[in-house]
């Protein structure tokens, strides 16, 4: 039951949202105590989960935290159709109200973002439903056995490959005589000549030579497995893998779960700067009362702190959207601003376009973190607002600021935000050696991983696999392969 | 809204424990952890389980921070945030986990496989601890019993006739009633006393004695856990010897020489002036660089240690910490000399990570 008061708040925030353009789903709040917050936090959101540990382990840290006073959850939302809004009870109004404006952002963003345009947006009962399925298990298997599987699982549920929903990476399984037939006429292929003796120039040797060593590669690809390397690890596993049924199930519940809450984490500046932007806007230019202001500023420069060191996700991206509305109401951009050198023209620039609000909502359908950071990451924003790389000194065991060059915290930046900051690991040979045993290679783009742990998953992999895992990777600038049995050794 | 989550955290909590134990020497060096709490909670900052992921080596990814500060500014990111803030990864965090003196002290006897104390001075008194496993028939009507009552009820009735088992009414009268009460438990009641004698002369830098203070810390612990009260002594010693209080044991400053025989001598006063030997558990534990003044004051140290201190007490633990001005001799001496004494243990804590070894060493005797 919603508090008649906040019902009220919700109708006039939502009427505001509505006004500025916002589209969302239906959003359905709720009021609740600190301990649900903190329980529905460490569930992701969600009030049913299948059962483990690591739900424990956040209750955990959030209640603790909680209890210390070190943080306080406001406000939960999660991307479903309806969404679902929590509001902590006992917040002021103020607070409630900067909360609820700040849901609608979300949501429109949930709605409108392409990125989220394949999330599941039924999750609140897949979920409940992912429970169900686990609890059987349980009662069938033991706790322990689903238990420890799944241990195994989270060690590898962010092995997916991010993009898959938007590519079509696999190829159509055709029939195998249709794809024999196929292979022989591209071996055999010629160009027709006129006369004979012109048959040397239109097809010559080296031509024939070329299409049949491609025919030849063709074969060779295709006996192996899988037949291009293959990101959504988690997949390959769950198509390939020696595993009870059980175990396959769970593995693909794990993996939808993942590919459910990727798109978060890939647009956790947009979205995050999204929604305190509309609560910013929505708030100081309808809502809020005179005798609110102090308290709305103190919470709202609570949420946009920043400490050195650490980018905050909020600050960072509300800023770089009302850095573009600005550009796109002064036409700061395109090849005349770019090419103009004086820098007092350039900043008094403005061709009052009044472009900005239909940009920043063009901005938050088509972009990600990514996308975002890699075209509105100006150096003068970048300049202004401090940022940094840093990097670790192993003489003093310390992180310290590295540089402050454009260039340089750019590509550092979209280093962290590229595959959700996660290393790419694919898997390319499903019978290595011949021997059915599981090659990983790891892409390195010149961070190494942590070797250890790395060792752990590679592991766990073999847990499920049943047979060696091996992990090439690059160590200190050479190449290196682990496996999961043997430990390290040099290739 | 019902919520299972009791169910993960409990879970959680137990594999915690069952963490803690396997990773029990790292919290141990790991001094700056260990703080006191409330009455007697502690609080143990413990890692999370981290699953282990393919990752970034986080010290290699480094990262891209906000705020002021010229390049080679060292920043504080936290612990292992420094890995992929801008992403939703949650990073290694570390969560205290609070757990009580008792509990840590079982985390530490399983984990070193402590034997538990065989206390000396057996003196038996009865104390009125025990549960309420007693009937009387009088009593506060708080803690009347009422299963009994009605039974005797019942009995009375049956004997005099008036109970009708077609219509079972029972009235209990005042004589019926019967009463909870405590039984009186002879509970054996041990004295324990541990003094503790540090070196603090100019050769112990602040590194030896944060050594020493968390080692006494775990002792400490585990003593307490064993006996029920515990009276806890401190003298420190450089040339010459006083007693202290806690607090000025942990923050004198070091300077001086070294006549450690002093420090034993007024070890030996403290006990005969109030704690007799036959009636207290008594445990002596001495830290020091083992850079004795000179072989004669050895000598004598020695001798107070065989003729009085050593049958006098249960343990005598000498923990000689390490240092780059001490010679470490004195152990060797203590070794030559009184090497067969039983209840004399000596151990050697070069750094923090010696302590669970040495703390080993000390309680492993069971005595």
């Known amino acids: 039951m919603i508090p008649s008061e906040i019902q009220r708040y919700i109708e006039e925030i939502k009427k505001h949202a509505l006004d500025y353009g916002l589209d969302f789903f239906e959003v359905v709040f709720e009021v609740v105590d600190f301990e649900e917050m903190n329980m529905l936090a460490s569930y992701g959101g969600f009030p049913i989960r299948y059962p483990h540990w690591r739900f424990g382990m956040e209750y955990e840290k959030i209640s603790k935290s909680y209890s210390y006073g070190l943080h306080k959850i406001y406000e939960m939302v999660i991307n479903n159709d309806p969404a679902y809004a929590y509001l902590l009870k006992g917040n002021t109004d103020i607070d409630q109200k900067l909360v609820i404006a700040h849901v609608y952002g979300h949501v429109d963003f949930f709605k409108n973002n392409l990125w989220f345009s394949k999330t599941n947006r039924k999750m609140l009962d897949e979920m409940a439903n992912h429970a169900v399925r686990v609890r059987r298990y349980i009662d069938r298997y033991g706790p322990e056995e689903v238990e420890n599987f799944i241990d195994v699982c989270l060690s590898i549920e962010d092995l997916i490959d991010i993009h898959s929903p938007f590519i079509k990476r696999r190829h159509e399984r055709k029939g195998l005589l249709e794809r024999e037939d196929e292979g022989e006429r591209k071996a055999i292929s010629k160009l027709r000549s006129p006369n004979e003796y012109l048959d040397e120039y239109i097809n010559p040797e080296d031509f024939i030579e070329w299409q049949k060593k491609k025919a030849e590669e063709e074969r060779i690809r295709r006996k192996r497995f899988p037949e291009y390397p293959e990101r959504d690890v988690l997949l390959f596993l769950i198509e390939n893998a020696p595993v009870e049924e059980w175990q396959r199930d769970i593995l693909s519940m794990i993996r939808e779960e993942s590919y459910y809450y990727a798109p978060q984490i890939q647009t956790k500046i947009m979205n995050e700067g999204w929604a305190a932007y509309w609560h910013s806007k929505i708030l100081t230019e309808k809502v809020i009362t005179d005798r609110e202001i102090i308290d709305y500023a103190d919470h709202h420069s609570g949420t946009l702190a920043t400490r050195p060191g650490v980018i905050n996700p909020y600050k960072l991206g509300m800023e770089l959207f009302k850095d573009i509305e600005d550009r796109w109401n002064k036409g700061k951009f395109g090849r005349e601003y770019e090419e103009c050198n004086d820098i007092e023209e350039k900043r008094n620039w403005d061709r009052k376009l009044g472009l900005g609000r239909e940009k920043i909502f063009e901005v938050r359908k088509f972009y990600n973190d990514v996308t975002f950071i890699d075209e509105f990451l100006t150096e003068d924003f970048c300049r202004e607002h401090g940022l940094f790389t840093y990097t670790y000194n192993r003489a003093t065991g310390m992180y310290e600021i590295e540089s402050r060059d454009f260039k340089k915290v750019k590509e550092k930046l979209l280093f962290l935000l590229t595959n959700c900051g996660r290393p790419i690991i694919e898997v390319v040979d499903g019978n290595y050696m011949n021997r059915g045993e599981l090659y990983l290679i790891h892409r390195h783009e010149g961070v190494d991983l942590k070797i250890d742990w790395a060792k752990d998953v590679l592991n766990n992999l073999s847990k499920i696999w049943k047979r060696p895992v091996y992990l090439e990777t690059v160590v200190e600038g050479k190449v290196r392969v682990f496996s999961a049995d043997a430990g390290a050794h040099r290739k | ?367």
Not at chain 2, 160 to 170: F, Q, R, W
Request: glycine residues 8%; contains cysteine; negative net charge.
């Open chain 2, 1 to 367: 809204m019902v919520l299972k989550i009791e169910q993960d955290w409990g879970r959680f909590r137990e594999i915690v424990r069952g963490k803690i134990k396997e990773n029990l020497r790292k919290y141990i060096v790991h001094s700056e952890l260990i703080g006191k709490k409330g009455k007697d909670i502690v609080s143990i900052p413990v890692p999370q389980i981290e699953i282990p992921r393919f990752v970034h080596s986080p010290q290699k990814a480094g990262g891209v921070g906000q705020g002021k500060g010229e390049e080679g500014t060292p920043i504080a990111i936290g612990e292992g945030e420094g890995e992929s803030k801008a992403g939703n990864q949650p990073g290694e965090h570390i969560l205290e986990v609070e757990l009580t003196l008792e509990e840590m002290a079982q985390i530490l006897g399983e984990e070193l496989e402590l034997p538990n104390i065989e206390p000396k001075g057996k003196k038996n008194i009865k104390s009125f601890s025990g549960r309420y496993t007693d009937i009387h028939t009088a009593g506060p009507e708080s803690l009347r019993h009422f299963k009994r009552t009605f039974k005797e009820a019942l009995k009375r009735q049956i004997i005099m006739g008036a109970y009708d088992p077609e219509n079972p009414v029972i009235t209990p009268i005042s004589e019926d009633k019967r009463y909870k009460a405590r039984e009186p438990v002879e509970e054996p009641a041990y004295n324990a006393v541990v003094i503790y004698i540090m070196d603090v002369s100019g050769s112990m830098g602040s590194e030896q004695k944060e050594i020493v203070r968390i080692e006494s810390f775990w002792i400490d612990t585990w003593l307490r856990y064993q006996y029920k009260d515990i009276e806890t002594r401190y003298i420190v010693h450089d040339a010459v010897a006083h007693e202290v209080d806690r607090d000025t044991f942990f923050s004198v400053k070091e300077s001086g020489g070294t006549i450690i025989s002093s420090a034993y001598k007024l070890c030996r006063k403290v006990i005969i002036d109030r704690y007799p030997p036959q009636e207290w558990n008594i445990y002596v534990f001495h830290f020091s660089d083992g850079d004795n003044w000179s072989r004669d004051d050895t000598s004598e140290c020695i001798e107070i240690l065989e003729e009085f201190l050593l049958p006098s007490v249960n343990l005598f633990c000498y923990g000689q910490v390490e240092s780059p001005y001490g010679s470490g001799q004195f152990y060797y001496d203590l070794e030559d000399n009184l090497g067969d004494k039983e209840n004399l243990v000596l151990s050697k804590i070069p750094d923090k990570d010696a302590i669970y070894d040495s703390i080993k060493q000390f309680l492993g005797r069971g005595r």
